[in-house]
Nanobody
Framework: QVHLVESGGGAVTAGGSLRLSCLASGPTTFSSCAVAWFRQPPGKEREWVAAITWSGDNTFYANSVKGRSAISRDNAKNTAYLQLNNLKVEDTAVYFC????????????????WGQGTQVTVSS
């Protein structure tokens, strides 16, 4: 069991940056989990954004954020991060982190634990 809490969302203007954090707690060792970020834009389905392996050695990005974002983790702090740069209006969404003991993947069905989400709003 992993309890995840996101933070760092907010309202920014286009071109700005935010760093989202995902703090993990619970009996399952966070460093054994792959972690991903998903987002759900208003009125749309949830979509995968980025993923990172348990070690942090490999990262993966959706085309929509590739080159503008960076996923990372600090296992000593039980925290994963998502740096978002050059934000666009279309990045407006609730951002969720998720964790799994399985391989990192874009498939949300493979993730067992989810945070409550943090709102990111980008204005023009």
């Amino acid at each position: 069991q992993v309890h995840l809490v996101e933070s760092g969302g907010g309202a920014v203007t286009a071109g700005g940056s935010l760093r989202l954090s995902c703090l993990a707690s619970g009996p399952t060792t966070f460093s054994s989990c792959a972690v991903a970020w998903f987002r759900q834009p208003p009125g749309k389905e949830r979509e995968w954004v980025a993923a990172i392996t348990w070690s942090g050695d490999n990262t993966f990005y959706a085309n929509s954020v590739k080159g503008r974002s960076a996923i990372s983790r600090d296992n000593a702090k039980n925290t994963a991060y998502l740096q978002l740069n050059n934000l666009k209006v279309e990045d407006t969404a609730v951002y969720f982190c998720a964790a799994t003991l399985r391989r990192s993947t874009w498939d949300e069905n493979e993730y067992d634990w989810w945070g409550q989400g943090t709102q990111v709003t980008v204005s023009s």
